[in-house]
């Protein structure tokens, strides 16, 4: 298996459409748990996901928890990104078949999802303290790269 990149609740389509792009690059799986804030035709998640659309590997779930009903993934799978985690992305050694799992562009990951996984939360490390976070098609790729490091060349 893979490395996945789980989105769930993404709001906006074109920041969808650039992470397909990346998981197509990086030969990742693109998971979506539903709702979406917008419809999977639209011209801006195609758009951004240019003509690489068609090639992700894409899987959709009804909710979280039908996605950890039919998956069953491990703990030490989990790596949930947020932007007030006390560990760093840096730290982790992610397994090859390592979930990625990103919250809303403005709301984040739902509570219920984070607060009995506070222990499998990281962060990207930002220097200044002038922004609150990343978008998140540009975080979704920094640790997409970082889970792979060593594993690329």
């Not at 074109?14 to 999977?40: K, Q, S, W, Y």
């Not at 950890?68 to 397994?95: G, N, V």
């Not at 996984?117 to 930002?126: G, T, Y």
């Amino acid at each position: 298996m893979t490395l996945s990149i789980v989105l769930v609740h993404p709001e906006i389509p074109h920041n969808t459409g650039a992470i397909g792009r990346t998981c197509v690059a990086l030969d990742m799986e693109l998971v979506l748990i539903h709702p979406l804030g917008f419809d999977l035709s639209d011209k801006q998640v195609k758009r951004a996901g240019l003509d690489y659309w068609p090639h992700v590997q894409l899987v959709e779930f009804a909710s979280w928890e039908e996605f950890i009903a039919r998956r069953a993934p491990r703990e030490e799978q989990l790596f949930l990104f947020e932007e007030y985690a006390p560990r760093s992305f840096y730290e982790p050694d992610y397994p090859e078949d390592a979930y990625l799992v990103f919250g809303r562009e403005t709301k984040g990951l739902p509570r219920d999802i984070t607060e009995p996984l506070a222990h499998r939360m990281v962060s990207l490390p930002m220097r200044s303290d002038r922004i609150r976070s990343l978008n998140l098609a540009n975080a979704v790729t920094a640790a997409a790269y970082q889970a792979l490091r060593g594993r690329l060349g």
